[in-house]
């Protein structure tokens, strides 16, 4: 399995920014995916996940209402569609895909269920 991230970069506070995150290896569709971030010298934390359907989503209470994840199954294509970003939201921002087909969205908040992870894309946010 491997996952492509990209759409990294440095915008002001208040801005947006849109992650995409591309995906081969495996029946895409059959799998939740999610989004973590790491800031430097901090543990890598749970931003988003969506179901293999779409229809459900789970984020961490730090990017609630701010922060929406996508999909697209036939492009095999996971998105993180960022606003209202702030300083805080500076780090390396990483995809992440499931051991199981059977992970729910709200399962991958817990980063024992990720088997395979993407190399990451930097976003830098300023004040």
């Known amino acids: 399995v491997q996952l492509q991230a990209s759409g990294g970069g440095l915008v002001q506070a208040g801005g947006s920014l849109r992650l995409s995150c591309a995906a081969s290896g495996r029946t895409f569709s059959s799998y939740a995916m999610g989004w973590f971030r790491q800031a430097p010298g901090e543990e890598r934390e749970f931003v988003a996940a969506i179901s293999w359907s779409g229809v459900s989503t789970y984020y961490a209470d730090a990017v609630k209402g701010r922060f929406t994840i996508s999909r697209d199954n036939a492009k095999n294509t996971v998105y993180l569609q960022m606003n209202s970003l702030k300083p805080e939201d500076t780090a390396v921002y990483l995809c992440?895909?499931?051991?199981?087909?059977?992970?729910?969205?709200?399962?991958?908040?817990?980063?024992?269920?990720?088997?395979?992870w993407g190399q990451g894309t930097l976003v830098t946010v300023s004040s």
């Open positions: 992440a895909s499931p051991s199981w087909s059977t992970t729910t969205a709200q399962a991958m908040g817990d980063i024992r269920r990720i088997a395979y």
